[in-house]
């Protein structure tokens, strides 16, 4: 006989998951109904109003994909755009060769503007690019890059891309409640996130959020989206403004609850507050990172302070660190991708695990271990 799996209690300062506030995971455990119940589509309404307060977007299509972020990557790219068009496509880390992958398997061709990892997209980059490709119809590029821990100036890119027609697809999964993404007033077109990160849900959401302009494009579409599960014309029956919420796919009913109490946490401490405390948390921590003498990949003015990305010292074995901090504090930190593996850590200081404490707990333990 197999066991129950009980897994033990960590402190997630990764690149995510983070923590999960305790209300979000009472809340999962509330009661199941049916995912047309009206109780639930009531449930679905707030939900709906509380995501366009954390995008900060008066968007009718703005809903939760039932899928983790790569989902509502796929869910923008597979909407927006059509066999044939050519993406500009930004890359400062990982996430920008996602977004690559994602514009071949729609059989459109991908541009690149490549920056060095650590570093903001550049945007005369950008406009040199979409200069030489007048033909594009797309822009896409990441806020807030998970693998170096920099960000990058969306109202400046979303700018240059609407100023050469193109629509703007913006990556906000770590950015998303832990520093400002201005949807609307910036006016990105369309936009995704993730629940895990700095929202401190569980994962396997992802919210997202398209504008008029989106929403036209996806309406004149001359080939059909190629995801069933993923075309929003579809969707929009189940979550659009007005919808009359045919069925579509059966919902993940408790995750969702999860996900509905996390932005109620987040509307009662204020988006603005929320910013403001990954902020202090990050200065505590680079204090005490500097004070031992590590020093960060990004330059301070771009720097998240949701996902801190230090140098590992000379000498030091990086995974026997991170080994340590898991297995004698409980505690849970990233390591490097692509051309940093084995050269950083990634501090995680998100959501929920955003806060003096655990910047304490991290600067005494690393300190211990470094000694
Ligand atoms: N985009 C960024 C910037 C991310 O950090 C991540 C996950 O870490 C993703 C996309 C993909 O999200 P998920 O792992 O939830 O599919």
Redesign the pocket.
Known sequence: MTDSFHPPKRVLMG??PSDVDPRVLEAMARPTIGHLDPLFVTMMDELKGMLQYAFRTRNALTLPVSA????G?ETAFVNLVEPGDTVIVCQNGV?GG?MKENVERCGATPVMVEDEWGRPVDPQKLEDALKAHPEARTVAF?Q???STGAESDTRTLVEIAHRHDCLAIV?T??ALGGTPVETDAWGIDAVYS?S??CLSCT?GL?PVSFSEAAVARIRNRKHKVQSWFLDLNLVMGYWGEGAKRAYHHTAPINALYGLHEALVLLQAEGIENAWARHRRNHEALRAGLEAMGLSFVVAPEHRLPQLNAVRVPEGVDEAAVRGALLDDYGIEIGAGLGPLAGRIWRIGLMGYASNPRNVYLLLGALEAILA
């Not at 983790?68 to 989902?71: E, F």
């Open positions: 690149p995510g983790p972020g790569s989902a990557m996430f996602r990441v807030a890059e998970t990556d999964v770590t993730g895990q990160k994962p992802s």
